[in-house]
């Protein structure tokens, strides 16, 4: 698999209210690649008749890997290459669900050029719902 291009923003081309987006899908596949990396078989990410037992819909998300699709936005497209996050914090409102469409959306709320970095509002959705809300501090690395 050939790696995607990552975008690569300059300083001068952030402002606030620039945003960008990733749309996924978690599959049953990816969701027990994921349990195998982190180490984490819960029976509720790992086991959708378990999950179901317990009121689920299905095989809960691993809110680590949502958190690997807030790291994809930010060092594929915003800021992109120069990019590296030293904070993120995310408040969980309801469960994903696998093979559900989902999105994570990213707007600049502040930028401080003397440090270089850049606040990011995250909100994750599966379809029109939201599930996840919070907020990414990410350093901008310039020459």
């Given at each position: 698999?050939?790696?995607?291009?990552?975008?690569?923003?300059?300083?001068?081309?952030?402002?606030?209210?620039?945003?960008?987006s990733v749309d996924f899908v978690v599959s049953a596949e990816?969701?027990?690649?994921?349990?195998?990396?982190?180490?984490?078989?819960?029976?509720?990410?790992?086991?959708?008749?378990?999950?179901?037992?317990?009121?689920?819909?299905?095989?809960?998300?691993?809110?680590?890997?949502?958190?690997?699709?807030?790291?994809?936005?930010?060092?594929?497209?915003?800021?992109?290459?120069?990019?590296?996050?030293?904070?993120?914090?995310?408040?969980?409102?309801?469960?994903?669900?696998?093979?559900?469409?989902?999105?994570?959306?990213?707007?600049?709320?502040?930028?401080?050029e003397a440090t270089g970095m850049v606040l990011l509002k995250?909100?994750l959705f599966a379809g029109q719902n939201l599930i996840a809300?919070?907020?990414?501090?990410?350093?901008?690395?310039?020459?």
């Amino acid at each position: 698999m050939k790696p995607a291009q990552c975008q690569t923003l300059a300083w001068s081309e952030l402002q606030e209210g620039l945003s960008s987006s990733v749309d996924f899908v978690v599959s049953a596949e990816e969701l027990q690649q994921f349990a195998v990396l982190s180490g984490d078989f819960n029976p509720l990410h790992v086991d959708a008749d378990f999950a179901r037992s317990k009121g689920f819909e299905g095989a809960v998300v691993h809110g680590a890997l949502l958190v690997a699709k807030v790291s994809q936005l930010i060092g594929m497209l915003l800021p992109g290459r120069d990019s590296v996050w030293t904070g993120v914090s995310l408040q969980f409102r309801q469960p994903l669900y696998v093979g559900r469409p989902a999105r994570v959306d990213a707007v600049v709320g502040r930028l401080s050029e003397a440090t270089g970095m850049v606040l990011l509002k995250l909100k994750l959705f599966a379809g029109q719902n939201l599930i996840a809300k919070g907020e990414a501090e990410v350093l901008l690395v310039r020459p």
